[in-house]
Nanobody
Framework: QVQLVESGGGLAQSGGFLRLSCAASGFTFGSYSMAWVRQAPGKALEWVSTINPDGTKTLYPDSVKGRFTISRDNGKNSLYLEMNSLESEDTAMYYC???????????????????RGQGTQVVVSS
């Protein structure tokens, strides 16, 4: 079955850097667009970034554009999120997510719970 396992979260200072990783299995990773989403305490799920199946195209909301970089290594079935210039507003649980269907989707995405991992916690202190 589909498994998505995030890692790399932790405590960072405001202005700092973290790199999240997601190990994927149970599906043909290189055929699917992937995304990162996050959820802060008491807030709704928020889309953070999308990458197309071959990693050549990415999409970000204004809230993270220029600070976050999504990438993937299809040979390692892995997804990454580099987060620079972290802000306290970036504090959240971060999830990697698989698009529902294979193909070149480059859109914002809010996955159901069965299309995302268990998450990794990011805390940014000011």
């Amino acid at each position: 079955q589909v498994q998505l396992v995030e890692s790399g979260g932790g405590l960072a200072q405001s202005g700092g850097f973290l790199r999240l990783s997601c190990a994927a299995s149970g599906f043909t990773f290189g055929s699917y667009s992937m995304a990162w989403v996050r959820q802060a305490p008491g807030k709704a799920l928020e889309w953070v970034s999308t990458i197309n199946p071959d990693g050549t195209k990415t999409l970000y909301p204004d809230s993270v554009k220029g600070r976050f970089t999504i990438s993937r290594d299809n040979g390692k079935n892995s997804l990454y999120l580099e987060m620079n210039s972290l802000e306290s507003e970036d504090t959240a649980m971060y999830y990697c997510a698989k698009f529902t269907h294979p193909g070149l989707y480059l859109t914002p995405y809010l996955p159901s719970s069965d299309s995302r991992g268990q998450g990794t916690q990011v805390v940014v202190s000011s």
